[in-house]
């Protein structure tokens, strides 16, 4: 049986593992963000620096706006994801979209409100690909997969997979009664040993027998 308290105290650690440095759990990493948050065990890797999420892959968050980018748990997300917020909107609706209010020298009165898209919403157990954008108001399903390069215009249900510029469904990651399976058990919500003991089940591709172990242990 997985040990609770190690397993509490390694995702406490912003570098899980000392032999990956460009590894990083991004809780403990956004815990003073003032727009941002993650859920355990959901990581980012960078063959840079990956301690500079915070400030290079949220992109545009300012105080100014009330917008926030919140991550699930389990989520892996890629070197060079971008995460867009609203501070970098323009009104398209006007004769001109340069943000005149902004120069205080310029005198122009504060546009009221600021466009607003909304904040982004990343689901649980998802995968964000290498170099992939998220825009602002864009709200990502569990269980998704958002291919490299992608720019996510429009929310992702759970389980699709989407690729392209815009992004496009391409395919569900699984059938859909093992989502909707997937979907009831919840299974990102359980204690974290749990979670540990079902690994070999949430690696395979056999749902009932992740049913029969969340049944066994008092999951269902």
């Given at each position: ?178 989502i909707a399976q997937l979907l009831a058990l919840n ?5 974290d040993e749990a979670v540990a003991q079902a690994g ?17 242990h008092g999951l269902d």
């Open positions: 049986m997985p040990d609770p308290v190690v397993l509490e105290a390694l995702k406490a650690k912003t570098h899980p593992m000392a032999a990956a440095p460009s590894m990083v759990f991004l809780k403990p990493l956004l815990a003073d963000h003032t727009k941002a948050e993650a859920g355990d065990w959901s990581y980012y890797h960078d063959s840079r620096d990956p301690t500079r999420f915070g400030q290079d892959n949220i992109r545009y968050a300012f105080d100014f706006i009330e917008d926030r980018l919140i991550i699930g748990k389990y989520c892996s997300i890629a070197e060079g994801a971008s995460f867009l917020l609203n501070g970098g909107n323009h009104f398209a609706d006007r004769l001109s979209s340069f943000p005149f209010a902004i120069f205080a020298e310029m005198e122009a009165p504060a546009p009221t409100p600021w466009p607003n898209r909304g904040g982004i919403s990343v689901g649980h157990d998802v995968w964000i690909g290498w170099g992939a954008t998220i825009l602002p108001g864009v709200s990502i399903g569990h269980g998704a997969i958002i291919a490299a390069q992608s720019v996510v215009t429009r929310n992702v249900a759970p389980y699709e997979v989407v690729a392209g510029n815009p992004a496009e469904v391409k395919k569900l990651r699984l059938p859909e009664h093992d299974w990102w919500d359980w204690p070999p089940h949430l690696m395979s591709q056999d749902i009932q027998a992740l049913m029969a172990f969340a049944k066994a």
